[in-house]
């Protein structure tokens, strides 16, 4: 096991160019195996089957509890039409698919309780379906040593050994989990594809079940129920166990997948560089005219030229403003600074009068509430000084004026310190007006001289063309470059060992199909023609799951273009030719069990329902298939096979 792992490393390694560590590190990142181990064995296996509920309407309504026990080889479900052979198709296919693919609702609504006992990969499993208007409430999957001990248990019971492997109590619970089950049982891989190039679809259970209940005659797929992402050849390849089938899916559309995401962010990359440099061929382009347009003016001959003059005054235009919002500052300053001096002698003029003041303010003169912020009236202020009473919080004053000389000094030191202020704003308010006017006189000049320039009247569109030419060569001085596209060698890297991997499993599929087709080619041929094809000359089929048919003295057309009923014994055919090719050369393919409705209403005139039943069940004998088919024909399913391969209704009654 070790050394096919390793010889896989190694080969991709060879082909990539990369170490064996970067290929693991590429494979381990999307989850990929790097073994091909064979496939374990698949069969499914139909034991018994019950219905119980209540049927409502005017056909036999009442409640019915119904069991059908399934055989080996070929079995026909017969009644009449509309009585119940579809549906058990259809109940049966709820409990294997984990959802029913056409089942009415109105069936659905009288189901009660619903039975099936299978063997899975060897497994015997119990599916128990409590149900109610249409919907799981509750479901359990028992496995057990033997089918058999299934048979009248639909719960749990460990001294018997039946355990519950599932248990769900919903209807979608159910499906999901269903789903999961059976791909883990019959050792089946998720069959992904490319969407829409950057994303992935995933198909699961669902689409291989396809396989095992058969589309109409009418349809197109050769394998399967579905022709979307080339599924048909797929699903082909896995049943016949080619190397890495599903392994070789997921690793192509991963490099799918990279690849396109390498080369949209490549192409981004490169008409982003490509439209910045459009961008900056048209910038520079328009500094040319603009330096065209600047240079037709002409020059100014009147001393200096009218764009100097009128740069000059602009930057005395923002001189004066600036000077001017200077000169405004400075005035408030000298405002604040005379109005502080103003109050420090007042100040100074209460403490040196009033013992009062010196108690209360120690030289202070509080504006407003220190705690509030709210404005001290002035008439509290008067009260203050007439009753002693504080003009904060009115309380009287008492105390002690033990340090007069101290207060009386610190106000007159205030004072001192303020009129020293008011003295330098004054001096700073009076340079800044000097300033503010010879500024404001320069400008005056500068413009007077633009007024009476003799160009004057050019003075807008040689701005204009100036300002122009100035913008364009700023905007591509700090025009920015994109860099240049690079390789990320980390990207590099994987999609390299994604494309030698898929180059590889491609090759080894290959290789693998083209002994094994050969033999299925010859299978389908013979089983073709014992159903009753005798036109039949040679059939060839792909990796694809394509097959060209040659009849009718070579003439050669591909599957979809048969007759419903040709369509119909070919997919048998191919079925049962995997299950053929698959034994002799000891490979798991298809799982073994087919479910077909209706046959016969697919016939044509040319082709006989009695052969195609007949070598059937001849077939499915041979080939351990397991084939339950439904027809209105008692006589046809009479005529060709024992009672005990037919479940058929009584007289004008329902299957079940």
């Known amino acids: 096991m070790r050394g096919t792992e390793a010889s896989l490393e190694s080969r991709i390694a060879v082909v990539s160019g990369e170490t064996v560590e970067n290929v693991q590190d590429v494979f ?93 990969a060897g497994q015997p499993m119990g599916f128990r379906l409590d149900l109610m208007d249409g919907e799981i409430t509750s479901a359990v999957i028992l496995t057990s040593p033997d089918v058999q001990t299934l048979e009248a248990v639909r719960t749990p019971d460990p001294a018997r050994d039946i355990m519950p492997t599932v248990r769900a109590n919903s209807s979608d619970s159910f499906a999901s989990q269903v789903q999961a089950l059976m791909m883990d049982r019959l050792d089946l891989q998720p069959l992904v594809n490319t969407f829409n190039e950057t994303g992935t679809q995933t198909h699961g259970w669902p689409s291989y079940y396809g396989s095992i209940y058969l589309p109409a005659g009418g349809d197109k797929a050769l394998l399967g ?9 797929r699903l082909l390849q896995v049943f016949l166990d080619l190397p890495a089938a599903a392994t070789l899916t ?57 764009a100097e003059l009128a740069a000059q005054a602009a930057v005395l235009a923002r001189q004066v403003a600036n000077s001017q919002d200077a000169w405004e500052e400075l005035m408030q300053a000298h405002r604040r600074a005379r109005k502080q001096r103003q109050r420090d002698e007042k100040i100074l003029n209460d403490v040196t009068e009033s013992a009062t003041a010196r108690l209360l303010f120690h ?95 050019q003075l807008p569109e040689r701005l204009l063309a100036q300002e122009a030419v100035l913008r364009l060569e700023g ?38 199909a083209s002994v094994l ?28 799951a394509r097959l060209r048919v040659v009849k009718d ?28 090719v698959g034994a002799r050369n000891g490979i798991s393919t298809h799982p073994g069990l087919l479910l077909i409705d209706s046959p016969k209403a697919e016939e044509v005139q040319d082709l006989d329902a009695h052969t195609l039943l007949r070598e059937l069940f001849i077939l499915a004998a041979e080939s351990d298939l397991q084939v339950l088919i439904t027809t209105a024909d008692s006589a046809l399913a009479h005529d060709v096979l024992r009672e005990d391969h037919i479940l058929e209704a009584a007289d004008s009654k329902p299957l079940w």
């Open 225 to 233: 129920d579905q022709t979307m992402s080339g599924l048909p050849g």
């Open 517 to 544: 087709f050969a033999e299925v080619n010859k299978e389908i041929l013979q089983l073709g023609r014992r159903f009753g094809i005798t036109s039949l000359e040679a059939v060839e089929i792909d990796r694809a």
């Open 363 to 457: 030289g202070l003169d509080p504006k407003a509430c220190p705690r509030c912020d709210q404005e001290i009236a002035e008439d509290r202020k008067s009260d203050e000084r007439d009753s002693h009473a504080c003009a904060v919080c009115l309380r009287p004053v008492a105390g002690d004026d033990e340090t007069p000389e101290e207060v009386k000094a610190e106000a007159s030191q205030r004072l001192f310190e303020s009129v020293i202020a008011e003295d330098e704003a004054h001096e700073a308010l009076e340079e800044a007006e000097t300033a503010l006017a010879r500024l404001t006189h320069d400008l005056e000049s500068v413009e007077e001289r633009l007024r009476s320039a003799r160009a004057v009247t």
């Open 250 to 306: 997921r690793v192509r559309t991963a490099y799918d997948v990279r690849t396109a995401a390498y080369k949209n962010r490549r192409t981004a990359a490169e008409e982003a560089v490509s439209a910045r440099q459009v961008e900056r061929e048209q910038v520079e382009a328009d500094l040319g005219a603009a330096r065209a347009r600047l240079a037709a003016l002409g020059p100014v001959d009147d001393g200096a030229s009218l």
């Open 475 to 512: 905007a591509l001085s700090v025009f920015p470059q994109l860099p240049a596209v690079t390789e990320d060698p980390v990207e590099a890297t994987t999609i390299k060992v994604l494309g030698a991997g898929t180059q590889i499993l491609e090759d080894d599929s290959k290789s693998a």
């Open 28 to 120: 381990n990142m999307y989850g990929l195996p790097l073994v091909n181990t064979p496939a374990r064995a698949r069969g499914l296996r139909l034991h018994r089957l019950r219905v119980s509920g209540v049927r409502t309407g005017s056909f036999d309504p009442g409640p019915f509890d119904t069991t059908l026990r399934f055989s080996s080889g070929l079995t026909a479900l017969v009644a009449a039409n509309l009585k119940g052979k579809t549906s058990v198709l259809e109940l049966i296919t709820w409990c294997l698919r984990g959802v029913p693919r056409g089942l009415q609702a109105g069936v659905r609504h009288w189901l009660t309780e619903l039975d099936l006992d299978v063997v899975v």
């Open 553 to 580: 003295g070579g003439v050669k057309d591909w599957f979809g273009k048969q007759s419903a009923g040709e369509r119909l014994r070919l997919r048998i055919a191919v079925v049962i030719a995997l299950l053929r």
